[in-house]
């Protein structure tokens, strides 16, 4: 069930239980480390200089991986509403292309290690199968093909455009496939973020192929 204000998408408690456990999890590593520097810490005497020296760097280590990790899992609890019948963002990241082959557009988004963690939908009438996000629009059928290690989806999610369906760690990157001819408002080279639109109204997408300010592919 998907909730809302009069301005905010508002995330799933429990979607957001599962990245803080999964947080938590790769985070555990840290902290052993961390105890086993206090515990070499607490064996050696305190006036052997060099076991402590060994002890005090690896507990700094420990200390900036467990720092790191937790940035790596960021997530925001809600996002403005997007507008209805947009097509969305599913991940932040940069706009590394937009190309034109044959008759379809490809967008490919690129996250690094710090953007965060959140995958969200597409749009309302997006469905996943064999973990590819796929949806329809007027002028045919849309692909999200993603190049994660390990893309985590929420049991039963909600498609609601803009809802939080997924979970992709680390760098990576997803290339989306529109139909037709499309004119966004982004260029290679912009930041984007998972909810935000990349197409206001499906409904006006069309399936001219004559132009585009994209470069074009032919395969």
């Known amino acids: 069930m998907v909730h809302k204000t009069d301005k905010y998408l508002l995330t799933d ?12 999890r790769s985070q555990i590593p840290a902290l052993i480390i ?5 515990i070499m810490n607490s064996i050696f005497p305190n006036n052997n200089r060099l076991y402590y020296d060994v002890a005090l760097i690896i507990a700094i280590l420990a200390i900036a991986a467990y720092i ?16 209805e019948n947009a097509i969305v963002s599913p991940v932040q990241g940069k706009i590394a292309y937009i190309r034109r082959i044959d008759d379809n557009t490809l967008i490919n988004i690129r996250k690094s290690l710090f953007d965060r963690v959140e995958f969200r939908s ?20 849309a692909y999200i093909r993603l ?61 001219d192929s004559s132009s585009s300010p994209y470069e074009r592919v032919n395969l």
């Open 13 to 24: 408690v429990n979607h957001l239980r599962r990245i803080k456990f999964a947080q938590f």
């Open 34 to 38: 961390l105890v086993l520097a206090i």
């Open 68 to 83: 790191i990790v937790g940035l790596c899992y960021r997530y925001r609890q809600r996002i403005p509403i997007p507008p």
């Open 122 to 141: 597409p749009h309302s009438s997006a469905y996943l199968e064999n973990g590819v996000v796929q949806f329809e629009t007027p002028a045919g059928k």
């Open 147 to 207: 190049n994660f290690k390990k893309p985590y989806w929420f049991s039963e999610p909600d498609f609601t455009t803009g809802n939080l369906i997924g979970m992709v760690t680390g760098s990576g990157s997803c290339t989306i496939s529109l139909p037709g001819k499309v004119s966004l408002n982004f260029q290679a080279g912009d930041n984007i973020d998972a909810g935000e639109p990349l197409w206001e109204d499906i409904n006006s997408l069309n399936y």
